[in-house]
């Protein structure tokens, strides 16, 4: 089956300590996105990347870092330096063309600070 | 910049009900437009999208249509179950492939 997949389903953080979330597509898609979700409001973008060896920054991407060196992945490392981290993360993906493509979900890892 | 207004929730209706979400956005250029579901604990499913002006998304019973001239995306059902039951997000996609979400509607469908 072809998806996104997001590990693991529930994280903890302690204060001071970098965690790292995954998200791996097998759909063959060429772009990536992270979002935040926070209670009862919409989603933020985190970065994005369209290409490998290639990201950029989305609307909240201080305290977060990302590397995209395959295809298929498409990890965050939320820092120390995220002073806020507990949040629902969701990790997306489409195809990459001149018009504008969908994009599809993962079911998200939820980050929670001890 | 690009912003996505939802009717705020919950909205609680009964089984077979008719439902209608508001949703309006403000947009530079022709953006394509979304509704998402989510379910309790899960992430985003693709519910339904329009691409133009006119163009009418439909899905498992639900629809949308595209109106430029109310800068709009409503989404309809003519008869709401249980199982509809979920937060769903009205979104536009910008330049660079950007999406911008409203933050959501909750459904509540009761027997």
């Known amino acids: 089956d072809g998806g996104i997949t997001q590990s693991p389903k529930y994280l903890f953080r302690k204060e001071g300590q970098n965690v790292t979330l995954s998200c791996e597509q097998n759909?063959?898609?060429?772009?990536m996105y992270w979002y935040r979700q926070d209670p009862g409001q919409g989603l933020r973008l985190i970065y994005y990347?369209?290409?490998?060896?290639?990201?950029q920054k989305g609307d909240i991407a201080e305290g977060y870092s990302v590397s995209r060196e395959k295809k298929e992945s498409f990890p965050l490392t939320v820092t120390s330096a995220q002073k806020n981290p507990t949040a629902f993360y969701l990790c997306?993906?489409?195809?990459?063309?001149?018009?504008?493509?969908?994009?599809?979900f993962g079911p998200g890892t939820r980050l929670l600070v001890l | 910049g690009n912003s996505v207004t939802q009717m705020e929730g919950p909205v609680t209706l009964s089984e077979e009900a008719f439902l209608t979400i508001n949703c309006t956005y403000t947009?530079?250029?022709?953006?394509?437009l979304f509704w998402y579901v989510q379910y309790p604990g899960e992430g985003l499913q693709l519910l339904l999208k329009?691409?133009?002006?006119?163009d009418k998304g439909s899905n498992k019973g639900f629809e949308a249509t595209y109106r430029k001239e109310t800068t709009s995306f409503h989404l309809e059902k003519g008869s709401v179950q249980v199982s509809d039951s979920a937060v769903y997000f009205c979104?536009?996609?910008?330049?660079?492939?950007?999406?911008?979400f409203g933050t959501g509607t909750q459904l509540k469908v009761e027997l």
């Open positions: 979104a536009l996609l910008g330049g660079g492939n950007k999406l911008t």
């Open positions: 997306a993906s489409s195809r990459r063309g001149k018009e504008q493509e969908t994009q599809y």
């Open positions: 947009a530079t250029g022709y953006p394509s």
């Open positions: 990347s369209q290409i490998v060896n290639d990201f």
């Open positions: 759909l063959n898609h060429d772009a």
């Open positions: 329009a691409t133009k002006a006119d």
